[in-house]
Nanobody, 134 residues
């Protein structure tokens, strides 16, 4: 499976943007998926995730602003971002994982807004840049 993100760009503070993550093959129910971001000079952190049962989780920093809808028929995961702030400026990555213990780790990473690195999860996209101007 390969992932590719689309939809990054520049937006003014308070604006909205939707990112999409398309998988190269059917996302079966055995995968959990998530969005992560890495701002300038910062570590990569968890933003939002959806587990294998469809339950979603959000980091506190984006709660009530970001949602993570998905379209299984299109093999696509979205990140709908509203009320964007300059501190949301980052490169956004999507990730997928089929190993259940790592899915738990993904959910925990997101809920805590904790840092993540490439080896943590099996599949990553190449990332897409989001810049929010004040």
């Amino acid at each position: 499976i390969q992932l590719r993100e689309f939809g990054g760009g520049s937006v003014e503070s308070g604006g909205s943007m939707t990112l999409s993550c398309t998988a190269s093959e059917l996302i079966a129910s055995g995968y959990c998926m998530g969005w992560f971001r890495q701002g300038p000079g910062k570590e990569r952190e968890g933003v939002a995730s959806v587990d294998r049962d469809g339950k979603t989780s959000n980091a506190e920093s984006v709660k009530d602003r970001f949602t993570i809808p998905q379209d299984s028929a299109k093999n696509t995961l979205y990140l709908q971002m509203n009320s964007l702030k300059p501190e949301d400026t980052a490169k956004y990555y999507c990730a997928a994982e089929s190993f259940f213990p790592k899915c738990i780790k993904m959910q925990t990473t997101v809920i805590l807004g904790a840092s993540a690195s490439a080896p943590d999860f099996s599949v990553w996209g190449q990332g897409t840049q989001v810049t929010v101007s004040s």
